[in-house]
């Protein structure tokens, strides 16, 4: 067991421990709430544009564009949205698990992976995937001109040929206590899956802010739409500025999933140096019990001795 001062100072070492994990649960909420604003204003946004496109590719059945092709899955390119730092629980690993469970899903030599954050591409790298893209340093604050430089990427491996099929893995935020990992198809983009897409939002419980009407899909095969300057032009910037916004929600998603995550962790681990500061000092006061009540012992058999 322990001595008496090798408790005191243990108990003086969690303590200090506490106030570093408390400060770190201020931070991280102060954060949060600047994410969380950034991703409630965005949400609408994203979401009306991608029904938008939704709609317009419906319109546009029978126009072919190489963003609609869909070929044989042999080769896959994933897009992996992590966090630079760590002390957030689990969050980074549930991303890497997801992450590895996409990549199996054809040969290692056929997949293509990119990865936002410093902690997935050390995780990825250690399960044995070869990073081929590396995004470090990208969130606080989160620019737009890095997804539209990510989307170029992806873009240009599924154009020429070399990714079959574009995933994109990132955590969707919902609450502090509530991130759920989401894996998204960004292309192919046909019509007919784009429309399947958009049910399947409908039927699931979708985070504050985002917009889902799967009745303007159906209404849209009715309509005829007339392209100005033409069709080509509009699909393919049209396109393009969705799956830019996309892969932006899904930075800012992961950003506001971080910091929500890392909230919740350095709560818990406060609260549970708090408890062991309680189990700690019950046990100094009962050694000090110990050693006074031994002192009176020997006082007392040190009088009994003297008579």
Same mark, same amino acid.
């Given at each position: 067991?322990?001595?008496?001062?090798?408790? &005191?100072?243990?108990?003086?070492?969690?303590?200090?421990?506490?106030?570093?994990?408390?400060?770190? &649960?201020?931070?991280?909420?102060?954060?949060?709430?600047? =994410?969380?604003?950034?991703?409630?204003?965005?949400? *609408?946004?994203? =979401? @009306?544009?991608?029904?938008?496109?939704?709609?317009?590719?419906?319109?546009?059945? %029978?126009?072919?564009?190489?963003?609609?092709?869909?070929?044989?899955?042999?080769?896959?390119?994933?897009?992996?949205?992590?966090?630079?730092?760590?002390?957030?629980?689990?969050?980074?690993?549930?991303?890497?698990? @997801?992450?590895?469970?996409?990549?199996?899903?054809?040969?290692?030599?056929? =997949?293509?992976?990119?990865?936002?954050?410093?902690?997935?591409?050390? #995780?990825?790298?250690?399960?044995?995937?070869?990073? $081929? %893209?590396?995004?470090?340093?990208?969130?606080?604050?989160?620019?737009?001109?890095?997804?539209?430089?990510?989307?170029?990427?992806?873009?240009?491996?599924?154009?020429?040929?070399?990714?079959?099929?574009?995933?994109?893995?990132?955590?969707?935020?919902?609450? !502090?206590?509530?991130?759920?990992?989401?894996?998204?198809?960004?292309?192919?983009? !046909?019509?007919?899956?784009?429309?399947?897409?958009?049910?399947?939002?409908?039927?699931?419980?979708? *985070?504050? %802010?985002?917009?889902?009407?799967?009745?303007?899909?159906?209404?849209?095969?009715?309509?005829?739409?007339?392209?100005? *300057?033409?069709?080509?032009?509009?699909?393919?910037?049209?396109?393009?500025?969705?799956?830019?916004?996309?892969?932006?929600?899904?930075?800012?998603?992961?950003?506001?999933?971080?910091?929500?995550?890392?909230?919740?962790?350095?709560?818990?681990?406060? $609260?549970?140096?708090?408890?062991?500061?309680?189990?700690?000092?019950?046990?100094?006061?009962?050694?000090?019990? $110990?050693?006074?009540?031994?002192?009176?012992?020997?006082?007392? #058999? %040190?009088? $009994?001795?003297?008579?």
């Amino acid at each position: 067991m322990p001595s008496f001062r090798e408790t &005191k100072d243990r108990i003086g070492a969690v303590q200090n421990i506490q106030q570093i994990t408390r400060a770190m &649960k201020m931070v991280a909420a102060a954060r949060l709430r600047r =994410s969380d604003v950034a991703i409630r204003n965005l949400r *609408p946004y994203s =979401s @009306r544009l991608d029904h938008l496109c939704a709609r317009f590719l419906q319109g546009a059945l %029978g126009n072919e564009s190489p963003f609609f092709e869909r070929r044989e899955i042999n080769a896959i390119a994933v897009l992996s949205v992590s966090s630079d730092r760590g002390l957030c629980g689990a969050y980074n690993n549930r991303i890497v698990a @997801r992450t590895r469970d996409v990549l199996r899903q054809v040969p290692s030599h056929r =997949s293509h992976l990119l990865a936002v954050g410093t902690r997935g591409i050390t #995780g990825l790298r250690r399960l044995g995937f070869e990073v $081929e %893209g590396e995004y470090e340093g990208v969130f606080n604050p989160v620019h737009y001109v890095t997804a539209q430089q990510i989307c170029r990427r992806l873009c240009d491996l599924f154009l020429s040929g070399e990714a079959d099929v574009v995933k994109v893995v990132f955590t969707e935020f919902f609450s !502090p206590v509530r991130q759920e990992v989401l894996v998204r198809r960004l292309l192919p983009c !046909p019509p007919e899956l784009q429309h399947e897409e958009m049910k399947q939002q409908h039927e699931r419980r979708l *985070p504050e %802010g985002m917009y889902s009407a799967p009745q303007t899909i159906d209404e849209a095969r009715k309509l005829v739409y007339l392209y100005e *300057p033409n069709y080509d032009t509009i699909n393919e910037r049209l396109l393009i500025q969705n799956l830019s916004v996309q892969v932006y929600r899904a930075l800012l998603e992961a950003q506001a999933s971080e910091h929500g995550a890392r909230m919740v962790a350095m709560d818990n681990a406060t $609260e549970n140096a708090e408890e062991m500061v309680q189990q700690l000092t019950l046990q100094m006061n009962r050694l000090r019990q $110990e050693n006074i009540t031994r002192e009176i012992l020997d006082v007392v #058999g %040190g009088a $009994e001795a003297v008579r």
